[in-house]
């Protein structure tokens, strides 16, 4: 199966900063990589698919980049909304792995 | 507009049996794949597996082959989790999603959600 490690497993930061947020694949995932967004107690949201495409009605302070086994997820500046975890998930193999989760607090 | 509805809160003893229903509408049932992703409290996501309503084909992660089935009733456009032999570390949301994407191929993503079925199993 390919693991996927997702970096910092929890992050504090504020409103307006610039945040990245890593994820690794444990073998080539091409660019099947996709970034999803869980408030507490609610659904994950699908942010980025494909490592850079942008899903529609996702605000555009959201950008993903990379591909082969390194990737990132950019929130260009941090909205009040955006306090939530975050997850990546690789869709080249199955099973379809996600990373561990990133919490944004 | 899309829409999974999924049954609700279940609450079992250790070895026993439970299904979760996932109910679709708003599209045409048999043109997109539906998963299975599973929660545990305070912990990441878990993928499942996956069926293809038009043909009932199932795929499902080797952890869980033998435990679990998913099944679909193309008359209801209903999609079902059964889990079997219920332990106390199966306690967990457990989502249906639709997959987005190329049918077929790894551009696939999943989107929308249900909004999950808390699955206790406790003595």
């Known amino acids: 199966d390919i693991q996927m490690t997702q970096s910092p497993s929890s992050l504090s930061a504020s409103v307006g900063d610039r945040v990245t947020i890593t994820c690794r694949a444990s073998?080539?995932?091409?660019?099947?990589l996709n970034w999803y967004q869980q408030k507490p107690g609610k659904v994950p949201e699908v942010l980025i698919y494909?490592?850079?495409s942008l899903q529609s009605g996702v605000p555009s302070r959201f950008s993903g980049s990379g591909s082969g086994t390194d990737f990132t997820l950019t929130i260009s500046s941090l909205q009040p909304e955006d306090f939530a975890t975050y997850h990546c998930?690789?869709?080249?193999?199955?099973?379809?792995?996600f990373g561990q989760g990133t919490k944004l607090e | 507009q899309v829409q999974l509805v999924q049954s609700g809160a279940e609450v079992k003893k250790p070895g026993a049996s439970v299904r979760v229903s996932c109910k679709t509408s708003?599209?045409?049932?048999?043109?997109?794949?539906l998963h299975w992703v599973r929660q545990a409290p305070g912990q990441g996501l878990e993928w499942m597996g996956l069926?293809?309503?038009?043909?009932?084909?199932?795929f499902l992660s080797r952890k869980f082959q033998g435990g679990v089935t998913i099944t679909r009733d193309t008359s209801t456009s209903t999609v079902h989790l059964e889990l079997r032999s219920l332990r106390s570390d199966d306690t967990a949301v457990y989502y249906c999603?639709?997959?987005?994407?190329?049918?077929?191929?790894?551009?696939?993503?999943?989107?929308?959600w249900g909004q999950g079925t808390l699955v206790t199993v406790s003595s």
């Open positions: 999603s639709r997959e987005g994407g190329t049918p077929g191929t790894p551009l696939r993503w999943f989107d929308p």
């Open positions: 708003g599209y045409t049932f048999t043109s997109y794949y």
């Open positions: 069926i293809n309503p038009s043909s009932g084909d199932t």
């Open positions: 073998q080539s995932v091409n660019t099947y």
């Open positions: 494909s490592a850079s």
């Open positions: 998930q690789q869709s080249y193999k199955t099973p379809f792995t």
